[in-house]
């Protein structure tokens, strides 16, 4: 058992990537030293209309995402909602700040807010995330060049994901050097028009208004039907460090988990129109739709995944099954 921020640390530089740093990461007091929290938001339009197909019950449907490039190699790195990494204060740097410059923190930290006009650090999650999520929707679009636009962030909608874990990053890829986190996303949905999803597609496409060495890209229309399926293409010119095509592909399996709440929740949580929802899109998909692979990427099982999608454990094991002896059978047949 490690006993500080700094000695978590030395133990992964020293450990081999995958599963030693994760044996690390798996004893909860060495993982709480470096936590943090992070926050996101799927911008969704549209509703279930009529149709003999889930497919066209879903033709409606549209999500607002994010295409990013990563910062070190300029690369595609995959797509996914509006969001990042929560950023804190610690109490001992908040006592040294002196009150104008604690007041300039206010939106910029996320744990930093005004109250009765003076600015005051607070540790309730629920006002943390909200502020996340706001932040960086605002620097995210201005890396597209939007600047004037704000959410509404009473309508923002949390997904109840509880302690779901994004620790790939520092259990596979970090290189040592600098400081890391792992982190506790928090999911949410936001319902806009088709008109603002549209609007705000359109004006990424201008290219002379995004900042330098933009991360964000292009923020993109993409039907529900389509982010679906947009987890375990292995393929493609460009890929993510598991393989995944990162030009198609969502970078983080949580946000991808949205996407088929989203979904579920459309459906009224109908346990037989998201067994016939997978059954349609495993069909015309070639590679396997797997939410189980998602799971164990945050550290979960199926049952989890039932209890976020709201259904019955059965349902989503149907599922896994389903899209198995589906893909099986495409694969016979070539």
């Known amino acids: 058992m490690l006993n500080s921020r700094q000695e978590v640390l030395q133990a992964l530089r020293i450990a081999a990537k995958g599963q030693e740093r994760l044996n690390i990461l798996n ?8 936590k943090n929290s992070g926050a996101n938001v799927t911008l969704v339009s549209g509703k279930i209309s009529s149709g003999k197909t ?3 019950q ?3 449907l549209n999500l607002g995402l994010i295409a990013r490039l990563n910062a070190k190699t300029g690369m595609p790195d995959g797509i996914g909602a509006m969001g990042g990494l929560a950023e804190r204060t610690s109490s001992e740097e908040f006592s040294r700040l002196h009150q104008d410059e604690r007041r300039r923190l206010v939106g910029l930290r996320d744990d930093i807010v005004l109250q009765n006009d003076s600015p005051v650090l607070i540790n309730d999650i629920n006002l943390i995330r909200i502020n996340n999520v706001l932040r960086e929707t605002r620097e995210e679009l201005e890396n597209l060049g939007i600047t004037d636009v704000k959410l509404p962030a009473e309508k923002i909608k949390l997904i109840n994901m509880p302690d779901i874990r994004d620790d790939n990053y520092v259990i596979n890829i970090w290189d040592g050097k600098g400081d890391v986190w792992a982190v506790t996303p928090y999911c949410h949905v936001l319902q806009c028009s088709a008109e603002t999803l549209q609007i705000l597609a359109q004006r990424s496409q201008d290219i ?10 292009e923020f993109r229309v993409v039907p529900l039907w389509t982010a679906l399926k947009s987890y375990g293409n292995h393929s493609g010119k460009n890929r993510l460090e598991d393989g995944r095509n990162a030009q198609t592909d969502y970078r983080y399996p949580h946000e991808w988990l949205a996407a088929w709440y989203i979904a579920s929740a459309a459906l009224n949580h109908d346990d037989n129109a998201v067994l016939s929802l997978m059954n349609e899109l495993q069909q015309e ?3 396997k739709i797997s939410l189980d692979n998602a799971a164990q990427k945050m550290g979960k099982d199926l049952n989890f995944i039932a209890d976020v999608l709201q259904l019955k454990p059965e349902t989503v094991q149907k599922m896994e099954q389903t899209s198995l002896q589906i893909l099986s059978g495409m694969n016979m047949t070539r």
């Open 285 to 287: 998909t070639a590679w």
């Open 208 to 217: 002379k208004r995004h900042q330098e060495h933009s991360e964000a890209t």
């Open 58 to 60: 879903m033709q409606n």
């Open 27 to 34: 004893l909860k007091h060495n993982r709480d030293f470096i």
């Open 54 to 56: 889930t497919k066209q």
